[in-house]
């Protein structure tokens, strides 16, 4: 298998003798209120924004009652290249993918990543539905609206299937997320919650049946973070009772909140959205990596106004040392993991703990 830093070096090759900056700067969609998303369209690629991803986080359980993390995001970017550019070698799209097994023997992630331009039949992201090819990981929707993945890190191998259990969730306003105090800094976000997991996940060369229930977050947007923001946390939760938790709050360098929100959807299908003054993560505990020295608040209570009434989710890591540090591909540090609550299960990520998160 091809190590990651292979990878890096063929894409630092590529981008510097076929990335030369465009004389024109491009000009990418704004993210507004109003457009109505449509499926199977919206499960697909958007080229034409700056960037996107399918994030995908769970919990496995092994035969023998092992629980388990995993993450498997794909993203596409669009670089500031010239589109119009007719050679096949110009990297008009970049596609960039990165996975994470979380197993409680280990004590750390295990993860890894692949980086390519789009083409060749190599790195694809269809523009129709769901089908992301990226060298030998994949990421597909069926025609019978599940999804199946594959991915095989130096440590560890996943081939699961993830079969939708509820419409999706449409986030903000029927999309239209916000993400900061200006309009346009949003995205179009939306959410598969409570997707029902089989397959097999390999660790030491040892292949393990596996079940479990994921998240699929799915966004796209063409601007980035606030200036005055350094980071993030972000939760989703699939509850026992079927309900579904999104929360997000986008942090200043003091740690207050530029920006927060999420929803939440009940059993019964009720959706309520929440805004800024409606969520609030409290730090209950925090970790510090001795890797990277980074100082995380691992346990957090998460409070919600609902209605007028709290309601509040104490949120408690499968094991601390859940951070990814992907520097070496020129990504952050964070930390992102499995985490308990009662009455569900779901994944926390924290960003621009160790520095200012750099978009």
């Not at 919206?42 to 009652?65: F, I, M, N, Q, S």
């Not at 997320?177 to 800094?185: D, M």
């Not at 009455?343 to 703990?353: D, N, P, V």
């Amino acid at each position: 298998m091809r190590s990651l830093r292979i990878v890096l070096l063929g894409l630092a090759v590529m981008l510097g003798a076929a990335a030369a900056p465009s004389p024109v700067a491009p000009v990418y969609p704004v993210v507004k209120a109003g457009p109505v998303l449509s499926f199977p369209r919206d499960h697909g690629a958007h080229p034409d924004y700056r960037t996107e991803w399918w994030y995908v986080t769970g919990w496995l359980k092994t035969a023998d009652g092992q629980d388990l993390g995993f993450q498997v995001t794909f993203f596409r970017t669009r670089p500031a290249v010239d589109q119009a550019n007719p050679s096949a070698f110009s990297p008009k799209q970049i596609l960039f993918a990165h996975a994470a097994l979380s197993d409680p023997k280990l004590g750390r992630l295990s993860h890894d990543q692949r980086v390519a331009r789009q083409g060749f039949g190599l790195a694809e992201a269809s523009a129709t539905d769901t089908h992301i090819v990226l060298d030998d990981w994949t990421l597909i929707r069926g025609g019978d609206g599940r999804y199946t993945t594959h991915v095989a890190g130096q440590d560890f191998v996943l081939d699961l299937t993830l079969a939708p259990s509820q419409p999706p969730l449409l986030q903000g306003q029927a999309g239209y997320s916000r993400k900061g105090p200006k309009p346009a800094q949003a995205s179009y976000y939306y959410t598969l919650p409570h997707l029902k997991v089989t397959g097999l996940a390999t660790r030491a060369g040892k292949p393990a049946r596996v079940t479990g229930e994921a998240w699929l977050d799915r966004e796209w947007s063409s601007t980035l973070l606030d200036p005055a923001a350094v980071g993030w946390d972000w939760t989703g939760l699939n509850l026992d009772d079927g309900s579904a938790l999104t929360a997000f709050q986008v942090r200043d360098a003091a740690g207050k909140a530029l920006w927060a929100g999420g929803s939440l959807r009940a059993a019964d299908g009720t959706l309520t959205h929440l805004g800024p003054g409606e969520v609030a993560f409290a730090t209950d505990r925090r970790w510090k990596s001795p890797r990277t020295g980074a100082d995380y608040p691992v346990g957090r209570t998460l409070s919600l106004k609902l209605g007028g009434a709290m309601r509040a989710f104490k949120l408690t890591p499968l094991f601390d040392d859940q951070e990814l540090d992907s520097r070496r591909g020129g990504g952050p540090v964070y930390w992102e993991g499995a985490v308990r609550t009662g009455g569900g299960r779901g994944y926390l990520e924290l960003t621009g703990y160790l520095s200012p998160l750099k978009m």
